[in-house]
């Protein structure tokens, strides 16, 4: 068994992106920008946004973070999308979610210019994907490619099943998967809560990718021996050892699971690293010029 080390491959990547960027300033080009909007002070949203700014330094880049409380109107936030859209110093920007109730989300992700939507959730990056166009694709199932491609993982003609059909993992990974390019040209079968036989379909599987939410949900009879998983999960569950009080629980059952993998991903210190470098890949990219 081989693991995965999300935290290692995330930081040599970000070395790389830092490399490509001092030959663009050597070139006389401005260093990438990205601007993240936080609304309110959710807290793992403010996490979140913390360390996206601390890579945007590790990378070389300009960042922006705009705050505004929770009482913002979608008017108001809507002008700001439309400021950011307008900006041309700002190569992409993101909205951090979860937005206040009162706010639609989806109304503020299609105000994006799909041009600078560097978390790739606009309609026009997620079509764009599917039809395997040039686009942003989401920060997560853009990390578990570059896994598998890393680990010189093989996916063609393998059995790949994805665990959970979410807009933001499930369904764009199962689509990369399929697509024919390494990594992927897989067969993908992707499961849900309402799938019958689950327990056997994962067991076929030579690739897994547990993106249910649920943590240690995989166990080891629903894994087939000699396969790769990818574990997405990132539950917060109690934990008085920790200062933060909580830890993050993946969707597999790690100890017994690892056991019969060729490769698995741990939590933390796998997929979890590898978003935020994801969405710096997708900014270094949006500073050299999108052109579709
Ligand atoms: N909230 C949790 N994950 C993400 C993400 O990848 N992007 C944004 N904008 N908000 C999030």
Redesign the pocket.
Known sequence: MELIDGKATAAAIKQEIAAEVRQMLAAGKRAPHLAAILVGHDGG?ET?VAAKVKACEECGFTSTLLRFESDITQEQLLAEVERLNQDPEVDGF????PLPKHIDSQRVIEAIDYRKDV?GFHPVNVGRLSIGLPCFVS?TPMGIMDLLERYHIETKGKHCVVLGRSN?VGKPVASLMMQKAYPGNATVTVCHSASENLKQICASADILIAAIGQPEFVTADMVKEGATVIDVGTTRVPDATKKSGFKLKGDVKFDEVAPKCAFITPVPGGVGPM?ICSLMKNTLKAGKGVNW
Do not use: E, H, N, W
Not at 94 to 97: A, E, K, P, R
């Open positions: 949203s979140y993101i909205v951090q979610l978390d920060a933001i978003t």
